[in-house]
T-cell receptor, first 117, second 114 residues
Framework: DTEVTQTPKHLVMGMTNKKSLKCEQHMGHRAMYWYKQKAKKPPELMFVYSYEKLSINESVPSRFSPECPNSSLLNLHLHALQPEDSALYLC????????????????FGAGSRLTVL | AQSVTQLDSHVSVSEGTPVLLRCNYSSSYSPSLFWYVQHPNKGLQLLLKYTSAATLVKGINGFEAEFKKSETSFHLTKPSAHMSDAAEYFCVVRVIQGAQKLVFGQGTRLTINP
């Protein structure tokens, strides 16, 4: 299995809703990432998990709450979002987060497109 | 700080003609560089990577890129464009700040004319 699977593919939510995005990989990768991509813009890093511990939080608002329950799963919990949070949310994984190996290439999922009304 | 600059926001070529997508990098040490492609409403797919081995890197779907330290460039080329190559292309540099981060260029939209 060489894929990163994201669900749901599309999500529409109101500003008072609580929802979650899910990401799963079975490649034995120990690093997982959340990126946010606005329309016609490049992806921007939100969070990095390494061995199920949060390594990087790019000053993301607390209405986004990541969770890594095990090495194969990554969730992004959403609460009280704003319309400007509408975007494509991309999950990725890699062997590890270190620089030493050329094998640390990120594999991306197809994304979850979020619309906040 | 490490960064990449994609020199063209949009490139348009005819089917069967060569493709050149330009990328310059800024780095205080030998960088790890990547090209990713994103088809409409899809995720990102790795085309190729440079990690200080051979300077000419071959990727998938006939693409290749050459790392030129003297010019701080990592341009993406393909000898003959196909309609299926129409997509957004991102030049990416890997930054290590505790953990690895990918820093993306602004993207180049490639249009293929029949």
């Amino acid at each position: 299995d060489t894929e990163v699977t994201q669900t749901p593919k599309h999500l529409v939510m109101g500003m008072t809703n609580k929802k979650s995005l899910k990401c799963e990989q079975h490649m034995g990768h120990r690093a997982m990432y959340w990126y946010k991509q606005k329309a016609k813009k490049p992806p921007e890093l939100m969070f990095v998990y390494s061995y199920e511990k949060l390594s990087i939080n790019e000053s993301v608002p607390s209405r986004f709450s990541p969770e890594c329950p095990n090495s194969s799963l990554l969730n992004l919990h959403l609460h009280a979002l704003q319309p400007e949070d509408s975007a494509l949310y991309l999950c990725a994984s890699s062997h590890e987060t270190g620089a030493s190996s050329g094998a640390n290439v990120l594999t991306f999922g197809a994304g979850s497109r979020l619309t906040v009304l | 700080a490490q960064s990449v600059t994609q020199l063209d926001s949009h490139v348009s070529v005819s089917e069967g003609t060569p493709v050149l997508l330009r990328c310059n990098y800024s780095s205080s040490y030998s960088p790890s560089l990547f090209w990713y492609v994103q088809h409409p409403n899809k995720g990102l797919q790795l085309l190729l990577k440079y990690t200080s081995a051979a300077t000419l890197v071959k990727g998938i779907n006939g693409f290749e890129a050459e790392f030129k330290k003297s010019e701080t460039s990592f341009h993406l080329t393909k000898p003959s464009a196909h309609m299926s190559d129409a997509a957004e292309y991102f030049c990416v540099v890997r930054v290590i700040q505790g953990a690895q981060k990918l820093v993306f260029g602004q993207g180049t939209r490639l249009t293929i004319n029949p």
